[in-house]
């Protein structure tokens, strides 16, 4: 009964900001792990970063350094902000959340990055 709500998605300028947020509702489970996927066209979905409900991330090693995860468990929703972004970073970005019994994803949100 999961379900998962992305937004923030958008055009923004290489080098520039954006920040995307996804909300958690209707979990039976606590969702142990929330996280940001990614996927390009003709590409697979990949890893970008994760965060565990006692904080603990794990990032891509092509946007350590640029982008930031962060959740409140109380809202059950997950955040990435993304800094220096370079057209490389466009993708379809999605919402994930990992319960004990269940992995979610959410629809997706177009991230595009292009001047």
């Known amino acids: 009964q999961v379900q998962l709500v992305e937004s923030g998605g958008g055009l923004v300028q290489p080098g520039g900001s954006l920040s995307v947020s996804c909300a958690a509702s209707?979990?039976?489970?606590?969702?142990?792990?929330m996280g940001w996927y990614r996927q390009a066209p003709g590409n697979q979905r990949e890893l970008v970063a994760t965060?565990?409900?006692?904080?603990?991330?794990n990032y891509a090693d092509s946007v350590k350094g640029r982008f930031t995860i962060s959740r409140d468990n109380a809202k059950n929703t997950v955040y990435l902000q993304m800094n220096s972004l370079k057209p490389e970073d466009t993708a379809v970005y999605y919402c994930?959340?990992?319960?004990?019994?269940?992995?979610?994803w959410g629809q997706g949100t177009q991230v595009t990055v292009s001047s």
């Open positions: 994930n959340a990992r319960t004990l019994v269940a992995n979610k």
């Open positions: 209707g979990s039976r489970f606590s969702i142990n792990v």
């Open positions: 965060i565990t409900r006692g904080g603990s991330t």
